[in-house]
């Protein structure tokens, strides 16, 4: 059954050039489908001829339950990147049609997002250099990087080792050619990067031709579900209660400059948006505290 996963992403690639991080993705949610009807399904299912719709209604509830607390909008992506699989099984012949069709996608529930306060960046910044380990040092570059710049969680697992210029302290990053551009470091940020780069990656490193930025316990690029996994964890370590997710970080970015004084059209510039009025969403905040803390005689907000 992988082998049909296999040849759907080849034909993702080659007839809708579908960038890696997609591919990344698409695979990592499909084989996951393939685990459950292999492992979870009641009875197992081994051929995709077998599938049915009730099936998939399963999987749905199996991910609405599942211990990684998975949002309706995982879950809707989800079941959108098996609908469109099983599109491409019924017009390859190894589906009678596309089971998966009636299958009503998940109501997407969009909490407001909030910026967190300066005094739990702090501590979530702090928090991995309590360890010197290479995933100490990783997971410290990725938090510091993914701050300091605000770019999106998709651009951070996609850097690769020729995209860090720290003679200059700049990353050059972007998902597409519209969004492409080059942002700058703080001190912190690419000290952190150095650290990880001289003493962190190469312990995690199994292929040496492996170009990817951030590697994961396997030596393979990070994906967003580990990035993801890796900030729920600092999290919950330093007892942070507010609701955190992957873009928490890069709100939070936005909102400290807009209090720092930061024009917008900057603002736009370093988020990657193509236009102005998507910074909109980001209002001044007085709660987020940024006047208040001060580490080592300087302000926590250290954007330059």
Not at 133 to 138: D, E, H, I, V
Request: aromatic share 6%; glycine share 4%; with cysteine.
């Amino acid at each position: 059954m992988e082998q049909q996963v296999e040849m759907f992403l080849e034909h993702l690639v080659h007839e809708h050039r579908r960038v890696a991080n997609t591919i990344v993705a698409y695979r990592n949610d499909l084989l996951q489908f393939v685990h459950f009807l292999g492992h979870q399904a009641t009875p197992p299912v081994q051929e995709w001829g077998n599938l049915q719709e009730k099936v998939i209604d399963a999987y749905v509830c199996f991910l609405k339950e599942h211990p990684l607390d998975y949002t309706s909008s995982t879950v809707a992506r989800k079941l959108a990147t098996i609908k469109r699989f099983c599109d491409f099984l019924a017009d390859a012949g190894w589906l009678a049609d596309n089971v998966a069709k009636p299958v009503r996608l998940p109501k997407v529930v969009k909490p407001p997002s909030q910026p967190l306060r300066a005094d739990e960046i702090a501590k979530l910044l702090a928090e991995p250099a309590q360890c010197h380990s290479p995933y100490a040092l990783r997971d410290r570059a990725l938090l510091e990087t993914l701050y300091a710049t605000g770019m999106r969680v998709s651009e951070l697992v996609g850097l690769d080792l020729h995209d860090v210029d720290l003679a200059h302290r700049q990353i050059h990053c972007g998902i597409d050619d519209k969004r492409s551009r080059t942002v700058k470091l703080n001190a912190e940020a690419a000290a952190a990067l150095h650290d990880y780069l001289c003493e962190g990656r190469l312990h995690l490193l199994v292929d040496r031709n492996e170009a990817a930025l951030f590697l994961n316990h396997r030596g393979q690029r990070l994906t967003r579900q580990g990035l993801w996994l890796i900030i729920k964890r600092y999290v919950k370590e330093v007892g942070i209660k507010t609701a955190v997710t992957p873009h928490t970080l890069r709100h939070s970015f936005a909102i400290h400059l807009l209090n720092t004084g930061v024009a917008p059209q900057e603002i736009k510039e370093r988020l990657g948006y193509a236009h102005l009025n998507s910074t909109q969403r980001y209002q001044p905040s007085a709660n987020v505290g940024l006047h208040e803390l001060i580490i080592d005689g300087k302000p926590l907000v250290r954007h330059e």
